[in-house]
């Protein structure tokens, strides 16, 4: 297993910590902005080897969006995966908390922690649990236009004004992700539909090889416009979103299962088992074979 773990430091990251001093400032002249409000912000692309751990808990609540690869957290003894277009509310705690991104398929994340005056009462108001789980969501792009306001008001300094405009942002940042589809305007719940009618035709059709034009006509669309709004909605093409799907079953299938590796493939599509092999390590990192020995055998890591 590598050992290597890191916080922070990724190409391309985003990231600002507001010092405790500022919001309690700002608090003491308008009390109505402790209700709820940012304490940290950030972005980390392809975060490979993150990991962060709170051995006593963290007193913030933590959404973490992931727009692409892999990661994970543990509550206390309890631990998630999470995926593409997955997001989690971390509610505040007291409890061992860890969290990072996958070996092999590092996550992208847009992450925020925020606190407030009652934050037990704001959880439970608004059913934010500790076993929640990850949350699948379509595409959340009113959620990143509110992500990037915040930031770059933050970016532009700590005023009064600044921060106050953040505060209110932030409410409505949140509330994308507890009510996306209140979020999404008829048009685009439309595509939203429709997208989720391909993912899925496309997982009952693991055993089938699926060409961009089946899945387009099934929408009656073209190949280029359904791309693009599969795209749009998912942050991947529907060629690699259906491999993704294959391949997580083939996983589980590794896992769970005593099966040969060609009998794996054929299960998702693949009649020639070492052009299946190539694929899984492609999008893997390691083979069936050593990933079928890692899960299994997690200490050997």
Known sequence: MNNMKR????????????????????????????????????????AAYHHREWKKGCPDNILIYCLRGKGWYELG????????????????????????????????????HFSGKDMDTFNRSFKIGRQDGPQSIVFNEKGLELWDTMYTNLEMGFSKENLT????????????????????????QGAKDMIDETILFMRSRLQNQLTLQDMAAKSNLSAS????????????SPLDYFIHLKLQ?????????????????AEIGYEDPYYFSRLFKKYMNVSPDQYRTLRRNPEDK
Request: net charge positive.
């Open 7 to 46: 916080k922070d430091g990724f190409e391309g990251e985003k990231m600002i910590n507001l010092p405790e001093s500022v919001w309690k400032k700002v608090i003491r002249e308008n009390a109505v902005l402790g209700q709820l409000y940012v304490t940290h912000i950030g972005y980390f692309p392809k």
């Open 225 to 236: 416009h359904f791309s693009s709004l599969f795209r749009k909605a998912t942050g991947m």
């Open 165 to 188: 405009n953040t505060n209110l942002c932030l409410y409505h940042f949140v509330a994308t992700f507890l009510f996306p589809d209140k979020h999404v305007n008829e048009k685009k």
């Open 249 to 265: 079953k083939a996983c589980l299938l590794l896992y769970s299962s005593g099966m040969k590796i060609k009998n794996v493939a």
């Open 77 to 112: 003894k309890k631990r998630f995966e999470v995926g593409v277009n997955e997001f989690m509310i971390i509610p505040a705690t007291k409890d061992y908390l860890r969290y990072g991104a996958d070996e092999n398929d590092p996550w992208t994340i847009y992450w925020i």
